[in-house]
Nanobody, 122 residues
Framework: QVQLVESGGGLVQAGGSLRLSCAAS????????MAWFRQAPGKEREFVAS????????NYEDSLKARFTIARDNAESTMLLQMNSLKPEDTAVYYC???????????????WGQGTQVTVSS
């Protein structure tokens, strides 16, 4: 069992930046592939980015790759998502997740945080 807690969400103007953090506790953090997903109102949960256990391999949803960066610090048991040039369509609840398979499918991840709201105004 691993517990995940997101932070760093908030309200930002279009074109601005936010950095989301995910703090993990419980099971050893390095055991898990980590990922970010997001869910906008009325929509399905959408893949954002994933990162391997060591941090050496990252994957992004193609439309976000130029603006978002995923990273992790295994010594601190934290993961982050740097979001730049934010657009109103980025508005969503952003979720931290942990699993054993680096995938873009939400059902590949076993543990989830409670989410943090990101709102981008035009």
């Amino acid at each position: 069992q691993v517990q995940l807690v997101e932070s760093g969400g908030g309200l930002v103007q279009a074109g601005g930046s936010l950095r989301l953090s995910c703090a993990a506790s419980g099971s050893p953090f390095r055991n898990y592939v980590m990922a970010w997903f997001r869910q906008a109102p009325g929509k399905e949960r959408e893949f954002v980015a994933s990162i391997s256990r060591s941090g050496a391999t990252t994957n992004y949803e193609d439309s976000l790759k130029a603006r978002f960066t995923i990273a992790r610090d295994n010594a601190e048991s934290t993961m982050l998502l740097q979001m730049n040039s934010l657009k109103p369509e980025d508005t969503a609840v952003y979720y931290c997740s942990a699993g054993l398979i680096q995938q873009s499918r939400a059902d590949a991840y076993d543990y989830w945080g409670q989410g943090t709201q990101v709102t981008v105004s035009s």
